[in-house]
């Protein structure tokens, strides 16, 4: 199945020669030393960079589910809202303190995930993340991809994905354009979605 464009991110994927870390030198205790003081620094930076997404990470969660009480009357549809960073590309994760890598303090997100009843070949997956950076910026993440269940069904197949890095001050605006947007996008691909699997007049609600 074609899928439909995806957005253009602002986001390129680094590679561990993106990143200039320092090797570190002195004795194996000087090392070791140096070693605890990142986690220890890296451990308080999350708890901070938690309290900071709290918010963000409440609408995120509110939206998905949302998102989720809509899509459940679609017909033949099975709905699920869980925890879940799957909008945040792998290369963008967060990674443990002194290796390679952009530092990312705290992530979190929700997917929604609808599957085709009852004999579960399709699936339609939504997800949104929030990461806290350096600098007092933010980055969203959210993506929607479709699944062929199967055994002679395709595997995931990407149908949209956007990533935008903000700053903190911006983030409430940025966070409910992307929910909006992702919205527009899972009916666009939930079409196609129903005329893959015989339905060829789906119920779509409109966003609100």
């Known amino acids: ?4 464009p995806k957005a253009a991110s602002d986001v390129s994927a680094p590679t561990d020669r993106s990143w200039s870390v320092p090797r570190r030198s002195g004795s194996l205790e000087e090392r070791l030393t140096a070693l605890r003081d990142d986690e220890s620094q890296a ?5 901070r960079a938690k309290e900071v997404s709290v918010d963000h990470v409440a609408v995120l969660a509110q939206g998905m589910e949302q998102l ?8 033949d549809a099975d ?3 869980h925890r879940s960073i799957m909008a945040v590309p792998p290369q963008l994760r967060s990674r443990e ?10 992530e979190a997100g929700t997917a929604c995930s609808v599957t085709q009843q009852p004999d579960q070949t399709h699936r339609l997956t939504a997800a949104a993340a929030v990461q806290i950076l350096d600098g007092q910026q933010l980055r969203l993440h959210a993506m929607v991809e479709t699944t062929g269940l199967a055994p002679d069904g395709n595997g995931p197949e990407e149908q949209w994905r956007t990533a935008r890095t903000i700053p903190a ?14 919205r527009e996008q899972v009916d666009r691909a939930r079409k196609a979605f129903d005329q893959r699997h015989g339905h060829t007049d789906p119920t779509v609600v409109p966003a609100e």
């Open 43 to 47: 451990r308080a930076l999350r708890e």
């Open 1 to 4: 199945m074609p899928g439909a």
């Open 169 to 182: 001050a911006e983030a409430t605006t940025a966070l409910a354009a992307v929910l909006e947007e992702m």
């Open 79 to 81: 709905v699920a809202v």
């Open 68 to 75: 989720g009480s809509d899509l459940a009357v679609w017909p």
């Open 97 to 106: 303190p002194g290796t390679p890598g952009e530092r990312v303090h705290f």
